[in-house]
């Protein structure tokens, strides 16, 4: 699904990200899988259409783009996502601050 200009795979809901297993209004990220390089909303949905091998983003790759906010459209690097507060950096639309406990499914911690 296009989303603002960017391919999104998985159970998408809507036009923000959002997906089957994570719709509330403040969950509107995708996140760039570091082994498909395809964005997905969450890790169910690259575990039900990815690669079934993740692999999390090295560290000395952390400045890569790889968070799109559902909002504007915005592709952040890794780093400015863990230092974002939880709203996009551009258009300050709050994300969900739970995504961050999640962090390890998707960044080398
Ligand atoms: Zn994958
Ligand atoms: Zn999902
Ligand atoms: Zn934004």
Redesign the pocket.
Known sequence: MLIKGHEVKGDIVDLETRCSHYHKEIDRIAIK????Q?YYPCHQC?ENH??????VWPKEQFNQKAVLCGGCGYEMTIHEYLLCHSSCPNCSIPFNPGCKLHKHFYFEP
């Open positions: 899988f570091y082994c498909c395809t690259h990815g690669c079934r091998n993740p692999k």
